[in-house]
């Protein structure tokens, strides 16, 4: 019978395709919006672990923006779905949306590519507009790499927007829409003004997450209270989107979002991703002390910068449902920090962790990078040695990534400058535990042997850590 039915359907949407039936669907949207499956280099096990499952936050504002104006949208997550790259004609086909936008970091832009060219295939005329880290890093690169139409830079909401209503209403002229990049009838490539970053985040609508089935993620309450990075990591792409200006909705706005996800979905585990959550300490205070006097039973976690942070923060956090910290110590060596634009000391970053520690905060993570430019054999392992010393001061997991340049960084912008050699240009392994760049410092086998002997003391920290909890 199910044989019968998907024959009968096939016929149905083959006479529809060819314009000899019709009928109502409800489920039709004017953009579809897109995030792409993870890497292939990953293993499907890791790839489902907690860190890699978390809504595709920013599709949902874009989301709502254009909905808020009118304009009908979806959302398809191929990677929550398990779905591959070409079965988005399927959804294309149920939506018949006019735009496909699909946002891509590095190592997720092959499967955007492969996503396009099915879609491509299916319909040629659709418009595909690109968004996200890489496509901000190298706009035309993503153009020449295939049949992109449109590359949106930064903040997607407004300019999203503006194209939206002048591809399906005609509003407006194309080059005046300012942050997209694209070809022209004469075969140029246009790079229009820069868009300035969003000053109101209150005036956005939460995002669209009734789109997503927000209880297929591990990370269900991912929200984001924050744009902008103010510091100038050398590897750190964070600005290609938000910039470095540093801006916040108001924390009765953040309050009311937090109100907003326990009442509507009930989540009470709240992950903060803000780039820089302590940025400005007055927020911070006012924030959990909000928490407090509305006696919101929250639990929650945030990426947090050592410099800013103190022991009467960290206390007020972990009142208010802190119970995991994130820092990014990024290296044991005050000179390399230096070099690669860190402006951080060790003895902050050692008080930082004794401070939340000394709060109660149960998990505080601490990311280290090795293969820096400035790096050499002795560094890393003062890096190394560094990092078990953090571990006695109350870090209880170091998280060891190796220098991976996203397209668009410093890092990646000036390698040659900096003896930075490119080892690969496969994307897909740009996923910081894969080795693409060698150094005039450290060649590929030594950076290999580094960070093995790296992720063997610190799972040796870890089984005993665990031991430790059976045992209690």
Known sequence: ????????????QDLKARKVIDWPREDRCDVLLVAPPFPLTYDIAAAKAPEYSAPPIGLAYIAAFLRQAGISVDIVDLHVSGTNSEEIVSFCRRKEPKIIGLTANTPTYPNALRTVLHIKAWNPGITIVLGGVHASGIPQNCLADGPFDFVVLGEGEETMLELCRHLLGNEGRLQNIRGI???????????????????DLDRLPFPARDLLNIQEYAKKGAICTSRGCPNNCMFCSCNLI???????????????????????YGIYEIDFNDDTFNWNPDRV?????????????LRWSCFCRAAQMTPDMAVLMQRAGCGAVQFGVESGSQDVLKSIGKNTGLRQIEDAVSAVSRAGIDEIVCGIIIGHPQDTQKSVEDTLDY???????????????????????????????????????????????????????????????????GLIRFLKHEKNRERIWRSA
């Open 1 to 12: 019978m199910d044989e019968v039915v998907s024959d009968v359907l096939a016929i149905l």
């Open 181 to 199: 990049v694209y070809i022209d009838s004469d075969g140029k490539c246009v790079n229009t003004i820069p868009r300035l970053p969003i000053a």
């Open 242 to 264: 938000f910039g470095r200006q540093y801006r916040t909705p108001s924390v009765k706005r953040v309050i009311q979002e937090l109100v907003h996800l326990y009442d509507k």
């Open 285 to 297: 205070f006012s924030l959990c002390n909000s928490i407090n006097d509305l006696k919101l039973k």
């Open 387 to 453: 990092a078990e010393h953090l571990l006695k001061l109350g870090a209880t997991r170091i998280m060891l990534s190796l220098l991976t340049p996203y397209p668009g960084t410093q890092a990646y912008n000036d390698a040659e400058r900096l003896g930075i050699r490119f080892l690969s240009h496969d994307w897909e392994k740009y996923i910081f535990s894969k080795i693409v760049m060698e150094t005039d410092n450290l060649s590929k086998e030594k950076v290999r042997s580094l960070y093995v002997n």
